[in-house]
């Protein structure tokens, strides 16, 4: 019997020889080299989430709160400027013209409201155009240009943001085939305006019921009399009663506005979207990223699902039928190491301190589709918790217990939403539901020692010592 090779013997000798790895070791070797400078960053000794580890370099700290910043409570803020008749332009907006006797038609088929709706006239609708598979490409609102006593032909106005016109122009073009329409960019003709306070329920056009004479003609019971409305392109603002009036005028314009009535910065008019989780523009609509109900357009009136057949719409009324809605966009705020102590917030309902110190919007901020991570527990326990824990961990060490190698759960974030718009402490992101309640998360994670417990879950700014407390908006109910 011929004798086996020496040289395969020796090679498997050495390997039996070779001392085994310990678990931290040989879980490190085995990943890429950027997986090994996640995980020594975020290693297994309990820390605070503000105290950097001192083997890895300190990130650069992002102040919200300014020298001279004032927490309010957000039901308090809101509270103070919806007592307030106030407009601001929105100067980030742009417009596209669709004209034509096919544009009804052409915007059915792309958009995920009912077009009939304003087909002959009247307010304008708040949709959103979609992917074939059903992600959201632009929010939009349409507004009929009602031109003309009996609104001779259609034309319609796209208000969106006006970093996606270049895009949007490129969208409707492709589907535009042989409809009979035009599309033309008319960003530098129209500005976007929004109008807010108690006295603007009166201003825009609604039909009432009258049985008296009107104009020296009597008019029978039940009669309908339309108002007279504010501005000829424009809507009651369908996303939020509070968000008041949408409307759009010729550039230079100014609304016919009583003299009470103040201007405020637009970073009021932010601070209000924003506490009242209403997403708009790129920021908080990525391109192709989220679903329709993810950026609760089912809450803002966004989207009809009685409609018929158009673009992605497949994947939409299959998600509302099946009632499964993971994710949502919601206001959150940002906690910084040194930030100022908030305000006493328990009758709240938001949970959220929003920071009116400074009317500048903050260039310094979360940058949006900036991932938010759920700490390990590891990261996430208190002083109290980390002296608890060190204490067990020496008297664990005194006794021989079997080594345990670090799992993906204690050693590394779990990502649960990307950041949106923002200003100053507070802005929008999209997160997954279950960390959504108040600002109270708690998860099921290893002490350490490998028992299981009930810990609490902090929510941070990935790459940035910035913490992250999620609420959902309470006009969303139960």
Request: proline letters at 9%; a positive charge.
């Amino acid at each position: 019997m011929a004798s086996r090779p020496a040289q395969p013997l020796r090679l498997l000798a050495g390997l039996r020889r070779r001392p085994p790895p310990c678990a931290h070791s040989f879980r490190i070797a085995s990943l890429h080299p950027a997986r090994k400078c996640q995980l020594r960053a975020f290693s297994a000794t309990p820390r605070s989430l503000h105290t950097p580890s001192p083997t890895t370099p300190t990130p650069p700290s992002h102040h919200f709160q300014s020298s001279n910043s004032t927490l309010v409570p957000a039901a308090t803020y809101l509270a103070t400027t919806s007592a307030t008749d106030s407009f601001t332009p929105l100067p980030n907006r742009g417009f596209v013209a669709v004209d034509g006797p096919d544009a009804v038609k052409f915007l059915q088929g792309l958009t995920t409201n009912q077009m009939g709706l304003i087909e002959r006239g009247g307010d304008g609708v708040f949709c959103a155009f979609l992917t074939a598979q059903g992600r959201v490409l632009y929010d939009a609102f349409i507004y009929p240009h009602n031109t003309g006593p009996t609104f001779p032909h259609p034309t319609f106005l796209i208000e969106h943001d006006a970093r996606h016109t270049p895009a949007l122009l490129l969208h409707l073009k492709r589907h535009k085939l042989r409809a009979k329409i035009s599309i033309t960019d008319v960003s530098a003709t129209y500005t976007a305006w929004q109008i807010w306070g108690p006295a603007t329920a009166a201003m825009w056009g609604v039909n009432v019921v009258r049985d008296e004479v009107v104009g020296g003609v009597a008019l029978p019971l039940g009669a309908l009399v339309g108002r007279e409305r504010l501005c000829d392109i424009g809507c009651r603002d369908p996303r939020h009663r509070e968000m008041g009036l949408r409307v759009v005028l010729e550039t230079g314009g100014k609304p016919p506005l009583p003299q009470h009535f103040t201007k405020v910065p637009y970073t009021t008019y932010l601070r209000r979207r924003i506490l009242l989780g209403i997403p708009e523009g790129a920021d908080d609509f990525p391109t192709g990223v989220a679903l329709p109900l993810e950026s609760n357009l089912d809450l803002m009136s966004g989207v009809d699902f009685r409609k018929g057949c158009y673009l992605g719409q497949e994947l939409t009324i299959r998600t509302y039928h099946t009632g499964v809605v993971r994710k949502r966009i919601v206001p959150v705020q940002y906690l910084t190491a040194g930030a100022a102590a908030s305000p006493n917030i328990e009758d709240d309902d938001s949970g959220l301190a929003v920071d009116v110190g400074s009317e500048t919007e903050d260039s310094e901020g979360v940058p949006p589709q900036t991932e938010i991570v759920v700490l390990p527990p590891s990261q996430s326990t208190t002083p109290s918790e980390q002296s608890e824990q060190s204490e067990s961990d020496q008297q664990q060490q005194q006794q021989p217990t079997r080594r345990r190698r670090p799992t993906a759960a204690t050693t590394t974030p779990k990502p649960i939403g990307r950041t949106g718009s923002h200003v100053a402490n507070i802005g929008l992101a999209l997160v997954r539901l279950e960390y959504v309640a108040g600002g109270k998360h708690h998860i099921q994670g290893n002490d350490g020692g490998g028992a299981v417990k009930d810990m609490e879950a902090v929510l941070a700014v990935k790459g940035m010592e910035v913490g992250v407390r999620a609420v959902a908006p309470g006009w969303w109910g139960r």
